[in-house]
Structure formats: C-alpha cells, structure tokens
C-alpha cells in the first residue's frame, strides 16, 4: 500500500536535506540528473562528482539546473565534507570506499530511486528478474492503461521518476522496472505488486557472487505487506526458493488462465505477457481488458524489435541480450527458421554452454564483433563464422551470408561497454547500418 503522510513526512526528514544543506551525487547519469534537478528543486545545495572528465559529459552538464557543483575526472574522499546526504547512481557499487565513509560519518546514503520508494504517493509495481524486464515492465504498462487508474512507466526503461513526483496522485499506478543495482540501493523497496520474472547469473563482477545477486533481488519481496501481491515465475527454480521470503499473496504467472494472445515471437514473450496478466488480475482487471492490454502492445526497442524486411531477409534487433541466457532466448525464439546471428561484446566468466549449442544449431553463420569476438571464433569452429571489427562491417557480413527467407539478428549475449555507451547506442547502431545498407541497395 502507498505510504501514509505521516511516512511520508518522516522519510523527507530523514533522506532529503533540508533547503540550503548540501548533498553529494555520485556519478552524473540519467538517474544523478534528475537527482540534481530534484534537490536543487528543494533548495538544496548540490556538489556532482563523476571519475569522467567534463567533455565526456558535455550533453548531461548542458542539462543540469543552475548552482550545482560539479566535480570531475577523479575525486577522493574530501568530496563528502560539508554535506549532510549522498547520493548513489546505479552504476556505482553500493558497498565502494565513498559510501561507506558517508555512512561512517553519520551521513544518509541514498539514491534517486530509494527517495522515490518513500516519497511514492501511488501504487508500485515493481519489475525485477535476469531476462525480460524491461518488455514485462512495457507490457504491464499496456495492460494496465485498460482500467480507470491513470499509469506511469518508468525505473530502469524510459524516463526517470524522481522528476515526475509531483504529477503523481493516490490513484496512480506505477510500473517499475528495478535492476539488482537499484534494489540493493534502497532502504525500503516497497511494492504493492512485486514481479520477479527469473534468476540467471549476472552482474556477478559487481554483486561477488549468485548469492549476493539473487539477494539484491529478493528485495523486491521482503518488504510486502499481508494484502500485496508477489507475482513470481514457478518455473525457475530461484523463484521457487526465494517466495518464502514475502508475506504477500503469491501468484505463479506461468498459470494463470485464460493465456492471453502475444504477436511478439517466442515462448519467453508468452510468459512476459503471462506475467502481465496475473498482474492486471491482481490490480482488479477483467479478463477481456488484459486481454486488449497485451493485444495492443506493439513491443519495445532493442528487444527482438522488428527492423524491417528486404528481399525476404529479416532483420531484427535484440541489442538488450546482454548476456548469455538474454542471447539463448532470442535464438530461441526463432527456433526452425535460418538464422543468421550477429553476436560478441563485453564481458566475462560467463557460462557459454548452452548458447553455443544454439548457435551451433539454430544458426547458418555467426558474425562475431567486439572484445569477445576471437574467443567465441575459439569455441565455435568449425561452425561458420565471420570476424568484423565494427558493427557496420558485421551487417555487410550479414547482408553477404543471409538468404531469403533467413533472419538476420543482433543477439550479442554480451554487454556493450568495448565498444558504446549503452545497449541503446548499439541497437540504434545497428539500425542505422541496416537501413543505409537497403537505401543503397
């Protein structure tokens, strides 16, 4: 249940300074900016420090609000003085030197989605899980605009929240997509209904081990309520062993009935919108509105998104597989139909088995780009394989090996940071080279 205003009111005392204190924000991401603009909102004074250097960050300082310090390329631990609050941005551990000599000195460690946990005035619907977040998260939004209860999406998928706080009422649902990161920053992750689609291993170089990773998940569940709802996937054996830790009524989505039609290609899809349903039934919807919920949802980008088709080839782009499992789901969802797959990036100590199998067998050629592109060149001989030293030589690779009928598809089952900022960057990469390939001819 949303918090009370006596809650409310003890939250703001105990994590937002007061007008004219200053508060630290580490690391100047979309999350820190709309921190800055929230403090500096308040009154309070605002020091920024980021390891980058300022030219690195010239389109997110254009963007940050008058009177906010900024400290950058390197800070050490005198950052924190004369600041009575800090501030985490998700890509910071949450256990780094800074914060825990923040905490030493008495000071609240926070972060912009914590505040928005205890500030909420509506309903969460918190979305967490390994795979499928940010489309269950989507399609939930899609199935619950078909009630009367006006719906935010936001978290971890599009905008920020923080920065639309006061435009939400009572009646709001708000759907959230939460990664491990901005769990474990939060004191208090409080939702009404709690979504966790999977567990598979990942982020273990941040979190140490499955153990620690799996923990920031459960969060999510810990602090519900008798009347709240854990939808949870009893298909995956962590799921299965973390729902005693809820006190919320416990749902397993893969059961829910009647199964909602989903246009979106593979099974994994057909459990997102499992996932969706038995949250729209938990929020009160009927049968006929989850279903024009989930009917409606076009998809979302760089998620098996659809770039287009030409001369019987199908080009898609899944640039958020950022990791083995995420790869194994989209080439499963093209299972029986010629593949050829565009996979390689960043990461390590990743568990390959299974996806290379796929590969082997669900695919005519694999173009490997990125760090891991020899490696995986390694371990796949003697299947086709092509070498490229950039995204726009890998689709030209493609474009040479595909045959009607084939799908091409950007899978990469690794994260993006050898070669772009983001997963986002890369998929639009690759959509940009596909499209100047067929302009051209």
């Given at each position: 249940?949303a ?7 003890r ?17 100047l ?9 929230f403090?500096?909102?308040?009154g ?13 960050l010239?389109?997110l300082?254009?963007?940050l ?20 609050a800090v ?6 551990p949450?256990?780094v ?26 309903s ?24 009367r ?9 599009g905008?920020?929240?923080?920065d639309?706080?006061e ?13 491990s ?23 273990l170089?941040?979190?140490?081990s ?12 810990r602090f ?8 949870l ?19 397993w ?16 899809n ?13 929020a009160?919807?009927?049968?006929e509105?989850i279903?024009?919920?989930?009917r409606?949802?076009?998809g979302?980008e ?5 770039v287009g088709?030409?001369r ?9 597989a950022?990791n083995?499992d995420?790869?194994?789901?989209g ?7 010629p593949?050829?797959l565009i996979?390689?990036?960043?990461g390590s100590?990743f568990?390959?088995t299974?996806?290379l199998?796929a590969v ?30 950039t995204?726009?030589?890998a689709v030209q ?13 950007l ?17 639009r990469r690759f ?11």
């Amino acid at each position: 249940m949303a918090p009370t205003r006596s809650e409310t009111t003890r939250f703001r005392e105990r994590a937002v300074p007061a007008a004219g204190e200053k508060a630290l924000i580490v690391g100047l991401g979309r999350s820190g900016l709309a921190l800055a603009r929230f403090l500096r909102g308040r009154g309070v004074n605002v020091r920024i420090a980021d390891l980058r250097r300022s030219e690195q960050l010239a389109d997110l300082l254009a963007r940050l609000p008058p009177g906010v310090e900024t400290v950058l390329g390197g800070y050490d631990r005198g950052v924190i003085d004369g600041c009575a609050a800090v501030y985490a941005s998700p890509g910071v551990p949450w256990d780094v030197d800074l914060l825990q000599a923040a905490r030493a000195g008495g000071l609240t460690v926070s972060s912009e989605i914590d505040l928005f946990f205890g500030l909420c005035p509506g309903s969460i619907v918190g979305v967490t899980g390994t795979n499928g977040k940010t489309t269950t998260t989507a399609l939930i939004g899609s199935v619950l605009a078909q009630g009367r209860r006006p719906v935010l999406v936001g978290g971890n998928i599009g905008d920020t929240v923080l920065d639309r706080l006061e435009e939400l009422t009572s009646e709001h649902w708000i759907v959230l997509e939460l990664s491990s990161f901005q769990l474990e920053s939060c004191n208090r992750p409080h939702a009404r209904i709690a979504v966790v689609l999977n567990v598979t291993p990942d982020h273990l170089d941040r979190h140490g081990s499955m153990e620690a990773y799996t923990a920031a998940k459960a969060r999510l569940l810990r602090f519900q309520e008798p009347e709240d709802d854990a939808i949870l996937n009893g298909l995956d054996p962590v799921c299965e062993g973390i729902a005693g830790l809820t006190r919320a009524r416990v749902t397993w989505f893969e059961r829910h009935r009647p199964v909602p039609p989903m246009h979106l290609p593979g099974r994994h899809n057909q459990l997102n919108a499992l996932a969706a349903a038995a949250v729209g039934r938990a929020a009160g919807l009927s049968d006929e509105a989850i279903e024009a919920g989930v009917r409606s949802f076009q998809g979302v980008e760089h998620r098996l998104e659809l770039v287009g088709e030409w001369r019987g080839v199908r080009w898609y782009n899944d640039s958020k597989a950022t990791n083995p499992d995420a790869g194994l789901v989209g080439l499963q969802a093209f299972e029986g139909l010629p593949v050829v797959l565009i996979a390689g990036g960043y990461g390590s100590d990743f568990e390959l088995t299974d996806w290379l199998a796929a590969v082997r067998s669900g695919t005519r050629a694999a173009v490997l780009v990125g760090a891991s592109a020899a490696e995986l060149a390694g371990r796949l001989a003697g299947h086709q394989v092509r070498l490229a030293q950039t995204l726009e030589e890998a689709v030209q690779h493609s474009h040479s090996l595909a045959r009607p009928g084939d799908v091409v598809l950007l899978s990469p089952a690794y994260k993006s940071y050898d070669m772009f900022a983001n997963y986002e960057e890369r998929g639009r990469r690759f959509k940009a080279a596909v499209r100047r390939l067929h302009d051209t001819g």
